[in-house]
């Protein structure tokens, strides 16, 4: 069975959206879950955090930022193309009822899996703070989309481009110390960004859920490639996750391996081409 997209929308130089034809994951899709994709037959399975899905009309939402082999061969796929594989919903949906005051915060490409997050808070009736962080006003994605489902919206970049200038961090001890009281954080993005928000809210006794979204293959957590040391314990993040108490996670650890496969990335697409097929080696 193919996978046709219905629409493909570049959101900035460097991340793209697509919308796909999958009726039977978009009935049973929650915040948190994801899908794993082929593009053709010869294509690596890659991870994909669900970025929205509608019922009614049996799409899922996907959001890529070029980064490697797959994500480069993704983006030369058009809308009314076919996807080989499209496999979901995987891994276990955010709890999210009964949170009363939650600060949801995306780092870069994290902004969209954020953003089912806090549109589903919303929807339960919670005050959500939503706080993103980009390098640059050029690479800010999905901020109407986030003003209609947040109580307060904050966008910050690196270089102050769009007028409020810092990182996620010091807009987030900002609220804190005038006074907001938050249930819980919800922090999606960088493995550093994601670190120095738990060790932020752990001062303050926050309640802290990260999403982790380490190398994955087979989803069902036979591979053990997605493994992730949360309080002492092996846990997988395609059967376990991806979500997880930031406090309990091995930082080090966690990003040590994100780098494991960095050299084979990069010599995937040592010839600027990243054709379709031609290797399969983590994205």
């Known amino acids: 069975m193919a996978y046709k997209v219905v629409k493909k929308q570049v959101l900035n130089p460097q991340i793209f959206l697509m919308e796909v034809e999958a009726p039977l994951i978009a009935r049973k ?3 948190g879950q994801f899908i794993i994709l082929r593009i053709d037959e010869y294509g690596e399975r890659v991870p994909f955090t669900i970025a929205d899905f509608d019922r009614e009309e049996g799409t899922v939402t996907i959001i890529v930022q070029i980064v490697g082999k797959t994500t480069r061969d993704l983006a030369q796929v058009e ?3 076919e996807l080989q594989d499209f496999a979901g919903p995987l891994g276990m949906p955010t709890p999210l009822e009964g949170k009363k005051k939650v600060a949801v915060i995306g780092g870069g490409l994290g902004t969209a899996i954020a953003y089912p997050q806090a ?5 339960l009736g919670a005050d959500v703070t939503v706080i993103t962080g980009f390098r640059n006003k050029e690479l800010v994605i999905l901020e109407d989309e986030l003003k209609k489902v947040s109580s307060k919206l904050i966008v910050a970049t690196d270089d102050g481009s769009n007028g409020t200038q810092g990182f996620v961090t010091d807009m987030l001890q900002k609220e804190i110390e005038a006074g907001e009281k938050f249930d819980e954080v919800i922090a999606i993005g960088p493995l550093v960004m994601m670190k120095f928000v ?3 809210t752990e001062k303050y006794d926050i309640p802290t859920t ?3 979204n380490p190398v994955m293959i087979d989803g069902t957590g036979m591979c053990g490639g997605c493994r992730v040391i949360v309080d002492g314990e092996t846990k997988f993040a ?14 080090d650890s966690a990003m040590k391996r994100g780098r494991m496969f960095k050299e084979y990335e990069e010599k995937s697409c040592e010839d600027g081409h990243c054709r379709i097929g031609r290797t399969n080696t983590a994205d």
């Open 210 to 212: 990260v999403s982790m």
């Open 29 to 31: 899709a929650e915040p």
């Open 238 to 251: 395609c059967v376990d996750g991806p979500d997880f108490d930031g406090h309990k996670i091995d930082w």
């Open 79 to 81: 809308a009314g193309d």
């Open 119 to 123: 549109k589903k808070l919303h929807k």
């Open 198 to 200: 738990c060790k932020l």
